[in-house]
């Protein structure tokens, strides 16, 4: 297993953790708690090298998979599973490390990650076709997916996708090695201070915001965890073998339907940035989602139902 976590990162956070004990026991004190108040709404599935926690809902139909983004998991689809859920068999699912899945993989790129799902389709005998859903870094794992298994897959939904030439050293603006550099900073520090509490008492968590109280509650129960904190800085390092990763691959199939959505309110940067993915296939629809932020499944979780359901009719004549 290969890790991109420095030396020094890991021994910091040993060490921190050893000389602040009370503390460390604190923060395993308040993730005990927080397991107990917000147990998983899955079940953990044992894929061989690893136990994944996934939600299955609906029946019939398509799978329709929910790929989370960078640093997120299954809560943050809660919204659009539970309509989807009326129309077919929905899947929604933690990445390793992230969410009720605590183990992380240590060498999270896009290439592992699929390896992952498909292994996990297989454990639970979630036969193809699929209809894959990918929220920003999630829509690099589904694109990838989609490369590896053509014939798996009926379409695509991107929700504010990221595309990969936003992670390539050589096509980094000013503004996005700022934002880089930014992020790099927080997971960094999450990842050496999360033993000892410190994000908790900070209130500053991994995952979603923006959700009903109630499901607030467990995404913000699962990222405050230590293996959260670990994951996601895991998974940013390894960011960039990602996009070569997914720039490298072979196209998706030329008549694979795709909807991408872009959130109105993200940067113009952000939507210039969304234009190569117009180009995926021959059948590309594009929605602007005017009023929404980021996390176009949260924000106006209607606008993903209906993408997804559209594909469903394209694809299938659903329902």
Known sequence: MMTLIARKDRWIRTVLASILFPLTLFQAAASQRSVRSCPPSGKLVDIGSRK?????????????????GMGGCSIGWSLVQQELSRHSTVLSYDRAGLGWSAQPMGEPTCKAYVDDLKQLLEALELSPPYLLVGHSFGGMIIRLFASRYPDDV????????????????????????????S?????????????????????KHIGHNGLPAHLQAAAVSAGYRNHAYQAAYEEFLHMERSALQLKEAAPIHSGTPVLVLTAGKQSEEWKQDQQPLLFLSDRVKHTIVEDSWHSIQIYRPEAVTDAVLELLYITEGWP
């Open 154 to 181: 009926l379409g695509i939904v991107l929700v504010d996708a990221a595309h990969e030439c936003r992670f390539l050293p050589g096509e980094r603006s000013e503004s996005k090695a700022k934002v880089r550099h």
């Open 52 to 68: 994944l926690h996934a939600c299955v809902t609906g029946e019939g139909g398509p799978t329709v998979i929910l790929e989370a």
């Open 183 to 203: 992020n790099e900073r927080l997971y960094k520090w999450g990842y050496r201070l999360s033993p000892l509490g410190i994000p908790r008492l900070m209130k």
